[in-house]
């Protein structure tokens, strides 16, 4: 039972424009979403975070949304940059539980 | 990061042989954990670490054993691999288990032919 789940496994932005990630979740019980971003031959980075009280949180060009009611949790990127092409993957817990992941999203940022 | 190391990065190993990969901290952070990365299948759990010799089981644990007889030391071992167990395998540290951060490591790709 996939409780986090990234549908796209790939996804092709233009340098400049803006990148959508999106992560959907089953478990209304998560409290707190992450994002982490990851370069081949790389361990995992964490990006971002929101607590389930908040619905937006920014740090820079980045900037995660969450949608309770939806169980949607989005990653935005402006504007995109080549650095930014990596693989994305968002994770979520519930209370003082273990993090579940996703399964990962795939970003190329062309020039 | 600095402050965790797995050995070795990489590894090819037989058809029914024993592996041992090895997680290495330095922050005393209390909860270690073993990953793997498929594609498909994003990072999947194996098993945990809450302390000193208590580990408990993740989702994929089949096939695996893990130790941690210090605070600083985490050990998967593959007890017979086989081609199913060819992965990327990740380590990584939290100081707490929920709603924080985990701290991976750069990963140790192994290959069962």
């Known amino acids: 039972d996939q409780q986090v789940k990234q549908n796209s496994p790939s996804l092709s932005v233009q340098e400049g424009r803006i990148s959508i990630l999106n992560c959907d979740y089953t478990n209304s019980m998560f409290d707190y979403f992450l994002w982490y971003k990851k370069y081949p031959a790389e361990g995992p980075t964490f990006l971002i975070s929101i607590s389930s009280i908040k619905d937006k949180n920014e740090d820079g060009r980045f900037t995660v949304f969450l949608n309770k009611s939806a169980k949607h949790l989005s990653l935005h990127i402006v504007p995109s940059q080549p650095g930014d092409s990596a693989v994305y993957f968002c994770a979520a817990s519930e209370g003082a539980q273990k993090l579940v992941f996703g399964q990962g999203t795939r970003l190329t940022i062309n020039p | ?113």
């Open chain 2, 1 to 113: 990061d600095a402050g965790i190391t797995q050995s070795p990065r990489h590894k090819v190993t037989e058809t029914g042989t024993p592996v041992t990969l090895r997680c290495h901290q330095t922050e005393n952070h209390r909860y270690m954990y073993w990953y793997r990365q498929d594609p498909g299948h994003g990072l999947r759990l194996i098993h945990y670490s809450y302390g000193v010799k208590d580990t408990d089981k993740g989702e994929v644990s089949d096939g695996y054993s893990v130790s941690r007889s210090k605070t600083e030391d985490f050990l998967l071992t593959l007890e017979s691999a086989t081609s199913s167990q060819t992965s990327v395998y990740f380590c990584a540290i939290s100081e707490n288990r929920g709603r924080t951060p985990y701290t991976f490591g750069s990963g140790t790709r192994l290959t069962v032919v």
